[in-house]
């Protein structure tokens, strides 16, 4: 769709997206760099209002019907590009707004220019998996396990026999079936008033829908004891080398020590790909994101989300 100089597109593939996430080199945030992870967050329609070399990304929200989310804004340009999107052309967006994944500097930049004009606010994520921070971690660090801060992912996998574990890379053929029972089997059992069993069920189907058909994911899988319990797919930024995002991972827990493992398995095995950390995303729950703390991080990113409502749960 043609606005004057303005140009909405239809974003459908990893080799469509890759020039839009240009603006997000040198970002702290790899998660702006990581391709599938846009696709996945916006896998209710990922669309692109573009204006000369810059451009804005927006999507329907996941999993609320009545909401257009927005990736942050980085520069003077793509804040311009934001009040047109706002301001004219508000039959592409959802009744509610929200941009996602905005750090002190977005939050600067769109303060300046937008909050006030469009009467928005800023606040703690509640549903998305900011609400807790962001973590990186060392993919050395973890392998070492080295003094008092790794004891207890050194007490976890201890827990776990390990003449008894096979770790292998993702296959889809194999592995597929074996993984849609094991995110069947956590979506009943975590599902709640904010995420019903498809809502959590989706995201991992998505990602492994698309491993099946595209060679740039990292995929991994566990097996214990003949039970298969753990899997995890990355992407690679775009613009680094040395860095994987993590997109999803999901570990039995009824395994003791198998969630641990499994984060030290996959770095074990991306060492060799000359990975220097990995970007394991924030938390939804107090739960999880105390779990990824036991991988002591290198780097944690607080991230709220713009918004046009109050928040009410």
């Not at 080199?25 to 070399?53: E, H, I, W």
């Not at 069993?197 to 189907?205: F, Q, R």
């Not at 899988?221 to 775009?238: G, Q, R």
Request: with cysteine; aromatic share 14%.
């Amino acid at each position: 769709m043609k606005n004057g100089s303005h140009y909405v597109y239809e974003i459908n593939s990893h080799s469509e997206l890759l020039p839009h996430l240009k603006q997000y080199s040198n970002q702290v945030d790899s998660y702006l760099c990581s391709p599938f992870y846009f696709l996945l967050t916006g896998r209710k329609g990922l669309k692109v209002l573009n204006y000369d070399d810059s451009s804005i990304i927006f999507s329907d929200h996941p999993n609320l019907d009545n909401e257009t989310i927005i990736f942050p804004p980085s520069t003077e340009k793509e804040i311009r590009i934001l009040d047109f999107l706002l301001s004219s052309n508000r039959s592409l967006l959802k009744k509610n707004i929200r941009i996602i994944r905005c750090n002190k500097e977005h939050c600067k930049l769109i303060n300046q220019n937008i909050l006030s004009k469009f009467n928005l606010y800023i606040q703690d994520e509640y549903l998305l998996d900011w609400k807790y921070p962001s973590v990186f971690i060392s993919v050395q660090n973890v392998l070492k396990m080295y003094g008092k801060n790794y004891k207890d992912l050194r007490y976890n996998i201890n827990k776990v026999d390990s003449s008894k574990i096979v770790f292998k890379k993702y296959n889809h053929e194999l592995h597929f079936e074996d993984s849609l029972k094991l995110i069947k089997k956590w979506s009943k059992r975590n599902a709640s008033i904010l995420f019903d069993e498809s809502n959590l069920a989706a995201p991992y189907i998505y990602i492994l829908n698309q491993i099946k058909n595209i060679q740039n994911l990292f995929g991994y899988v566990l097996y214990y004891k003949n039970h298969f319990v753990a899997f995890n797919i990355l992407d690679k930024p775009y613009d680094n080398e040395y860095e994987l995002t993590s997109l999803v991972f999901l570990a039995d827990v009824d395994f003791k020590g198998i969630p641990s493992l499994m984060r030290y398995k996959v770095c074990e095995f991306v060492k060799y790909f000359h990975i220097n950390t990995i970007h394991i995303g924030g938390s939804e729950t107090l739960g999880l994101y105390r779990f990824k703390k036991k991988l002591v991080p290198i780097k944690q990113l607080e991230l709220v989300s713009i918004t046009n409502k109050v928040k009410q749960i």
